[in-house]
């Protein structure tokens, strides 16, 4: 074999040196270019906050559910009778069951209106009477509770999905980051952080307040929707001014991106 050929074809792959130091590569990223954002500098960015104080709130209700559901159900007599643990254990997967179709729909709605701020805030303040009539009425017989709980579900779960997902994608590639790609995975955990520390201290409070009142712990899930729902009032109003505008002038602007809506 000829050891010239074995040269050329090494000398073929290998970097070409200009001078005394090697050839940059042929291709370089753009993102290798792009500063990362800071945590502060994150939190700066239009839109973060509220949601990430809203997720907060959202987990509260979502994870005091998901925690306490299987023992509230097992503790309260259901059209005269006490469920055993196994029973009210599976009666609680439906929570997570319309927590699904919640998250469809209300991805499904702010796609169509592009409109993240309103499809999350109406979700919470729909939550609120959900709670309200399963607590009231969801011991009237199973198949109202499973009624009941799948709507409590739906509402309850939509915002949360909606924000770490959707949300959360569209403010870290917002406008003001001017092409910045490299804020994705700070927003995210921002939003999705915040939101953790509310799932943390739901049940935990409601460890404390259930030894009271279960209608306390109902009254605590519904004022925490309710915040939830306020911390997004002036994204609202910017959405809604958005689409008033945009109606008023169809056909001459061009289309917008979910992320330009998300503004402070």
């Known amino acids: 074999e000829s050891v010239g050929a074995d040269r050329d074809e090494d000398s073929f792959q290998s970097p070409k040196k200009s001078g005394e130091g090697v050839a940059e590569p042929l291709l370089i990223s753009e993102t290798d270019e792009e500063k990362a954002v800071g945590f502060i500098q994150a939190w700066k960015i239009p839109g973060v906050a509220p949601f990430a104080l809203c997720l ?6 979502a994870y005091t559910f998901l925690y306490w559901l299987p023992f509230y159900i097992s503790h309260t007599a259901i059209d005269g009778k006490y469920l055993s643990s196994e029973a009210a254990g599976n009666l609680s997967t439906l929570f997570d069951v319309g927590g699904v179709v919640g998250g469809i729909l209300a991805g499904h709605i702010s796609d169509r209106l592009d409109a993240r701020a309103i499809t999350a805030a109406s979700f919470m303040y729909c939550a609120i009477p959900a709670l309200f009539l399963y607590r009231i009425y969801g011991h009237i017989s199973v198949p109202v509770n499973i009624v009941l709980m799948l709507i409590t579900g739906m509402f309850v779960n939509g915002p949360y999905a909606l924000i770490t997902t959707a ?15 490299r804020a994705l995975a700070t927003v995210t955990a921002i939003i999705d952080g915040t939101g953790s520390i509310g799932a943390a201290i739901g ?29 997004l009032t002036r994204l609202v109003v910017a959405e809604v001014a958005t689409k008033i505008v945009e109606s008023r002038s169809q056909g001459t602007s061009t289309p917008r991106s979910p992320s330009a809506a998300i503004e402070v």
């Open 56 to 61: 907060f709130f959202a987990k509260l209700v």
């Open 167 to 181: 949300v959360s994608a569209d403010l870290g590639t917002h406008s003001s980051l001017k092409g910045n790609s």
């Open 203 to 231: 049940p935990l409070l409601t460890g404390y307040i259930s030894a009271k009142s279960w209608s306390a712990v109902f009254t605590m899930l519904m004022a925490a929707a309710l915040v939830a729902g306020l911390f």
